[in-house]
């Protein structure tokens, strides 16, 4: 069992840059894929990032890539998502998941996740 916390959300203005973290507790952290998705109004959940075990692996969706960047620290049961150069449309609750898988495997899908934490608000004006 894993549980999440995101936070670190909030109004920054475009061209900005926003950290928002996931805390997770469970003794067993280092071992779940972990991602990070948002959902903006009217629209579908959609991926954003994710990193392996270790950290060894990522991959991100177009839409970010070049300017998100999602690390891990296993001691500390941490998660984050650097978010650089914002843009209006970047508008969301973003949400960390975690989701068993094996040791270099990354998952873009929300099916692969088993636990989610509730959300945090990035708003980027414009």
């Known amino acids: 069992q894993v549980q999440l916390v995101e936070s670190g959300g909030g109004l920054v203005q475009a061209g900005g840059s926003l950290r928002v973290s996931c805390a997770a507790s469970?003794?067993?952290?280092?071992?779940?894929?972990m991602g990070w998705f948002r959902q903006a109004p009217g629209k579908e959940r959609e991926f954003v990032a994710t990193i392996s075990w270790k950290g060894s692996s990522t991959s991100y969706s177009d839409s970010v890539k070049g300017r998100f960047t999602i690390s891990r620290a296993n001691a500390a049961n941490t998660v984050a998502l650097q978010m650089n150069s914002l843009k209006p449309e970047d508008t969301a609750v973003y949400y960390c998941?975690?989701?068993?898988?094996?040791?270099?495997?990354?998952?873009?899908?929300?099916?692969?996740?088993?636990?989610w934490g509730q959300g945090t608000q990035v708003t980027v004006s414009s």
């Open positions: 998941a975690a989701g068993f898988r094996s040791p270099q495997s990354v998952a873009t899908h929300p099916r692969s996740y088993q636990y």
């Open positions: 469970g003794r067993t952290f280092s071992a779940y894929t």
